[in-house]
């Protein structure tokens, strides 16, 4: 696995179109032009920043885009002192904007500028677009966490997204000697929260951090143990997921070692990481034919907890032992298994094998990303009788040694993430590739998501 470097961040100034610091002719309900300034965000080269004042109240945004026809815009504001990020450029563009403000009164005044990105440092992974069809759907970026590999100390965390040409366009580089996993939109719409592990996953350097869109870190929150994935509830509270090692015999060899089972931590707001469940107490320990396999957590890899998610709806988890060949529902008001499938529980036909990223569909189906002897690839199960029962897969022509993803999209297709098989996919319900976006060699996608736009006050 490579380790990145951060290049020295860059500064470039704009150039400006029509007089300076403005442009836009005054007409009978337009005030005077705006003064304003515009430069490349000093932490991300593709970002550029847009600013005035204003004399008095109203709201103001700015269109942006590679010609004047624009086709993008910020979120708007209501303060007097405008800042805003172009968010969605790619590197070395010019980047053509507008910047307006109509007041209280109805008055608009206007300024438009031109200002080039610049390039992000050379080990911001890039992407390549292999396949990019008709027929995909309307989202327009792929945003993500890259993962530097178990147990790494000379990795970082790094955030990246694309637009579907494969175009860089966002990215953030975390310190050094850290991986992460995971990335989420912060649901009250300030930044991006992400996993970072101080050395490896299952530590006690864990952290959930916060990032602007901009590149600033705003906040830093102890997770210790943590790995793979977290997920935030409505209440502001976030959920990760812990090692839980234990000293534990082997009933067939009869030697005892440290055992890696899984536990749900919850951080509050304003509070510190709680553990609330553990596999320990629900499940009987043993060999499950991965056992053997090479731990990363320092003991033997019981469990191998990948994934987890909350439904608001119902106030529960769903937990996915990708060792175990588990899927658990666990309720948040007691914290008791509601519901357990795989191999300890309702059996699955055909049986999970080392599933990741399980999510209940509309339909009431659960979709995942799986391996088995065929290869890997999104599967859709239909509870028959209350037993997961395959009714659709797609993928399954190559094998994916770690990590992987599948969400259904807003038009029907499937996004599926080879996580370490280094694609990342859309097919149709017939199994047609419509998008494939090939990752650079050496790095992994972990947690990616297709989003319609980057900002993070859409959401």
Request: glycine share 12%; aromatic share 10%.
């Amino acid at each position: 696995m490579i380790a990145f470097r951060t290049a020295a961040p860059m500064l470039i100034a704009f150039a400006l179109v029509g007089s300076a610091g403005c442009a836009g002719a005054k007409n009978d309900d337009s005030g005077a032009p705006l003064e304003c300034t515009a430069a490349v965000s000093a932490n991300i080269a593709t970002v550029v920043t847009v600013d005035w004042s204003t004399d008095e109240g109203g709201t103001s945004t700015v269109e942006f885009g590679e010609t004047e026809a624009y086709g993008m815009q910020a979120p708007s504001t209501s303060d007097a002192d405008v800042h805003l990020a172009l968010v969605g450029m790619p590197e070395d563009v010019d980047v053509y904007w507008r910047g307006r403000t109509v007041s209280a009164s109805g008055e608009t005044s206007e300024c438009t500028g031109v200002t080039h990105t610049g390039e992000a440092p050379s080990d911001i992974p890039r992407a390549e677009a292999l396949t990019n069809d008709v027929g995909q759907d309307p989202a327009g970026f792929v945003i993500g966490a890259y993962f530097a590999g178990a147990g790494s100390s000379t990795g970082r965390t790094q955030l990246a997204a694309y637009r579907r040409d494969g175009a860089l366009v966002w990215y953030y580089d975390g310190d050094e000697s850290s991986t992460g996993l995971d990335m989420h939109y912060a649901l009250d719409g300030n930044g991006i929260l992400f996993n970072s592990f101080g050395g490896h996953m299952g530590g006690e350097e864990g952290s959930i951090q916060r990032v602007s869109l901009e590149g600033e870190l705003l906040e830093t929150l102890d997770a210790p143990y943590a790995h793979h994935t977290f997920c935030e509830l409505p209440d502001g509270t976030i959920t990760f997921q812990q090692t839980d090692v234990r000293e534990f015999t082997d009933p067939e060899s009869g030697q005892t070692d440290d055992w890696v089972g899984d536990a749900l931590a919850e951080i509050p707001p304003g509070g510190v990481a709680t553990t609330v469940f553990s596999t320990w107490d629900v499940l009987e320990a043993g060999p499950n034919g991965r056992t053997d396999d090479l731990s990363i957590y320092g003991g033997v890899d019981w469990t191998h907890g990948n994934f987890v998610s909350y439904d608001a709806a119902t106030d529960q988890y769903l937990l996915s032992l990708g060792h175990a060949d588990d899927l658990l529902q666990v309720r948040r008001s007691d914290y008791g298994v509601e519901a357990l499938y795989g191999l300890d529980g309702i059996a699955a036909d055909p049986p999970f094998d080392y599933q990741h990223d399980p999510s209940w569909l509309d339909n009431g189906n659960l979709l995942m990303f799986m391996s088995d002897d065929d290869g890997s690839g999104a599967i859709e199960y239909e509870l028959v009788d209350g037993a997961p029962v395959e009714v659709w897969r797609a993928g399954f022509t190559r094998s994916a040694v770690a990590l992987g993803e599948a969400q259904r999209l807003s038009n029907g297709n499937t996004f599926i993430n080879f996580g370490a098989g280094n694609d990342l996919v859309e097919v149709t319900p017939d199994g047609t590739t419509v998008w494939d976006l090939a990752g650079q060699h050496g790095v992994i996608f972990a947690q990616f998501q297709v989003v319609t736009e980057l900002y993070t006050g859409a959401r």
